[in-house]
């Protein structure tokens, strides 16, 4: 754990206050109550989702009624969290340290996504349009192919942008420097909408490099992402943090076989030995499904959120900051060049006698003691292909 002064951790509880109910207020609950106002006057949701389904413009449709979903999704988790909050306090007497008690509890769930909403302000904004325009000029020489508009196009752009993001993501996972950039995002220990929110402000800088060196070699054009993919990307990415508050199961019936789903999201938010490094897509699990990496929910294996690291998720510094901070002091302790930068590159848990603590031999750790709960695609193809060969042979 990283510790930080007590008066910063004032400066924090002051900003989350200040900030969940700006954030709230101006971003959540008035649009909303705009939307119906103008629903009610003729000219707003309905409407306009009606004229854009005539005019062709189906994902834009689509894209209405999600957000719409996912503002009142969000409010009723937050709701819920509050509600629970003073629940679990109902029959003490109002003291300080029963206002305490519940305002740790709703920090516990929430405070990471205030403050990781509030603070980059301050920062360099994120220019994730920048950085496409500043990589594809370069990158589209290597271009082997131009595609076009049509339909068929649109399901191959849209699976390279997967494979992009399941490159960025896999990456970021598996490698230690990147990994300390993504990790703000998985530190939350429970699973709410606003976890969409959480992440790293300069995440994205590599990440849309990572991204756009891919597109630009599949030749997916500039336009093809903005707005139709990107905006699925983010309403879908979203969507997909709807915790148990809002969709109990979150597997989406027959869905779960053709789209990533709330269900695969929080497995990849797990910190469980079998979910570790699993599910990395956004919208389709093509790849994850391919590369041997999709992971289904097992009934028996009840999701931890969070990293294995022991954090204090309501402390700023420590989850926005914290796996930068333990990096470098393993950077400065470790003997020979060679180990300080394999350090940098290799994954979380890495060190330089073992690999025993990495996702992949836990994983491998626990399948070991359970080998029925392996279910991932690849083991499956595997799996089926032994009984195969030993029946026939
Ligand atoms: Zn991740
Ligand atoms: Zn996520």
Request: glycine share 6%.
């Amino acid at each position: 754990m990283i510790p930080t002064n007590k008066y910063w951790r004032w400066v924090e509880n002051a900003v989350f206050i200040y900030a969940f109910f700006l954030i709230i207020s101006r971003d959540w609950i008035k649009p909303f109550f705009v939307y119906l106002w103008e629903t009610l006057q003729g000219k707003g949701l309905i409407t306009g989702v009606q004229e854009q389904f005539k005019e062709g413009l189906f994902s834009e449709s689509f894209l209405v009624i999600l957000w719409e979903i996912i503002i009142v999704f969000t409010l009723w988790e937050i709701g819920k969290v509050i509600y629970e909050a003073f629940k679990s306090e109902k029959n003490k007497p109002w003291t300080f340290e029963k206002g305490s008690s519940i305002f740790k509890y709703i920090a516990k769930t929430i405070k990471p996504t205030f403050l990781a909403t509030f603070f980059p302000v301050f920062l360099p904004k994120l220019i994730q349009l920048d950085v496409f325009k500043m990589v594809e000029p370069f990158f589209n020489k290597f271009s082997f192919h131009v595609i076009h508009f049509h339909w068929y196009s649109w399901i191959y752009g849209y699976l390279i942008w997967e494979l992009s993001t399941w490159v960025w993501h896999y990456c970021f996972h598996r490698v230690r420097m990147f990994w300390c950039f993504h990790s703000p995002h998985h530190a939350p220990n429970d699973l709410t909408l606003t976890t969409a929110w959480v992440h790293f402000f300069a995440e994205g800088y590599i990440t849309t490099f990572m991204q756009w060196i891919i597109l630009s070699i599949a030749g997916v054009p500039f336009e093809m992402i903005f707005p139709v993919i990107w905006g699925i990307e983010v309403g879908w990415g979203t969507f997909i943090h709807a915790g148990e508050r809002s969709l109990k199961k979150g597997r989406l019936g027959f869905l779960k076989h053709f789209l990533i789903t709330p269900s695969h999201h929080r497995v990849h938010h797990a910190k469980n030995p079998l979910y570790m490094d699993t599910n990395f897509c956004t919208f389709l699990p093509f790849w994850d499904w391919l590369f041997g990496t999709l992971q289904p929910l097992k009934d028996e294996v009840k999701i931890e959120y969070g990293i294995t690291r022991k954090m204090d998720v309501t402390n700023f510094i420590d989850f926005y900051f914290g796996e930068f901070i333990v990096l470098f002091s393993d950077v400065k302790n470790a003997k020979g060049i060679k180990n300080k930068l394999l350090y940098l590159v290799k994954p979380p848990g890495w060190e330089p006698e073992t690999n025993e603590h990495t996702a992949a031999e836990v994983r491998k750790k626990f399948l070991t003691q359970y080998p029925g709960l392996d279910a991932t695609s690849k083991k499956y193809l595997f799996e089926k292909q032994f009984k195969l060969n030993r029946q026939v042979s």
